[in-house]
């Protein structure tokens, strides 16, 4: 770089600088002067009320329960059904099934294992029917059914 070319870039570099620090030093920022009164902010408690009302849960009802399936070592899935109460709509309901089938090992005390393989095969209004995988052993399947109002 030949010495003109780095006079020209200190000056550039300079007036930068010089441009820079007189617009901090002078600059202002706008008015801190509202540019209109305040808006009226308080509500009453019969409108917190409604909002209450209107943020409550959708939920009519809570159904739960489990279903216990035997000891099947052969052939496909087994299949089962279980009565419940209270009636639920079928049409408005959600069904959940626990995410494993839990079964009991007779072998050893207190000991559990667990499996994934439950699914839902039909929901009435007072019936629910779950289908598992088979294995040698007991399996526990626990639901939960939720009706929309």
Sequence with gaps: ???EEKNILL???????????????????GSLEPTAPPQ????????????IAALSSPIGKVVRGVITFPDSTYGG????????SPAVDPNRSLVMLSPT????????????VARTGACLIELTETQIT????PLPVVKKVSYQIIEYK
């Design 1 to 3: 770089m030949k010495s």
């Design 11 to 29: 000056i550039v570099g300079l007036t930068s600088l010089l441009f820079i620090t007189f617009t901090v030093i002078t600059g202002k920022a």
């Design 40 to 51: 009226p902010t308080m509500v009453t408690l019969d409108q917190i009320s409604a909002q």
């Design 77 to 84: 899935g087994v299949e089962l059904s279980q009565a419940f």
């Design 101 to 112: 089938v839990t079964s009991e090992n007779p072998g050893a005390d207190s000991s559990w």
């Design 130 to 133: 779950v289908r598992v995988e």
